[in-house]
């Protein structure tokens, strides 16, 4: 059974630093990753998502990599802004019964707090 | 290009009774998946749909079911509500799970009381 887990569980930094977010599974038989962000209360917005066949994956001040065979992911925020505030989210797509059904499995997330 | 579409935003429910969710995925997306997300166990996958067919479906109890119609709108159904039902449902629409993106829609918060 694919197992996601994120370090840390909550994050605090000052504003303009540059800061890493973990993620790991278990299973490295893994389609896709996608990393997202949850305000409080709300759904998921999209941040990335790293085909198995990339390494990394850039949007904006956000970059992704992707080491399958060692299952990790890491998340790297650029001159972080109190804006960024938000739990962040790290899910793997895998493929599991029935045929070309898959599934996302999510990590328990990073709650960031960027303080001005 | 319209976003996914989860209606309603809140419900409150007596434990007993039942509730249907509805979905509107992205306009040419074929798969919809639902997830249910409390702050004891994150987010769970549910069952995902595709071309009006449930292909997963997750560990939960038969008293959850869902369909999705021609248009690709999803619904869920929970019948005999339970407290511990109380949850954001959240819908993901992609235009074929797994190797493309998924994005969800803001959520039904629902509080059976």
């Known amino acids: 059974k694919q197992e996601v887990t994120q370090i840390p569980a909550a994050l605090s930094v000052p504003e303009g630093e540059n800061l890493v977010l973990n993620c790991s599974f278990t299973d490295s038989a893994i389609y896709n990753l996608q990393w997202f962000r949850q305000d409080p209360g709300k759904g998921l917005t999209s941040l990335l998502l790293i085909q198995s066949s990339q390494r990394e994956q850039t949007s904006g001040r956000l970059n992704a990599s992707l080491d399958k065979s060692s299952g990790r992911s890491t998340l790297y925020i650029a001159a972080s802004q109190p804006g960024d505030s938000a739990t962040y989210l790290c899910a793997v797509w895998a493929a599991y019964s029935g045929a070309g059904s898959y599934q996302l499995t999510f990590g328990k997330g990073t709650k960031l707090s960027v303080i001005p | 290009k319209a976003g996914v579409t989860q209606t309603p935003r809140y419900l409150i429910k007596t434990r007993g009774q039942q509730v249907t969710l509805s979905c509107s995925p992205i306009?040419?997306?074929?798969?919809v998946s639902w997830y249910q997300q409390t702050p004891g166990q994150g987010l769970q996958f549910l069952f995902e749909?595709?071309?009006?067919?449930?292909?997963n479906k997750g560990n939960f109890p038969g008293r959850f079911s869902g369909r999705q119609f021609s248009n690709s709108r999803s619904e869920m159904n929970v019948s005999t509500l339970e407290l511990g039902d109380s949850a954001l449902y959240l819908c993901a629409s992609s235009f074929r799970s797994g190797n493309t993106e998924a994005f969800f829609g803001q959520g039904t918060r629902l509080t059976v009381v």
């Open positions: 749909y595709f071309s009006e067919t449930q292909r």
């Open positions: 306009s040419g997306h074929r798969s």
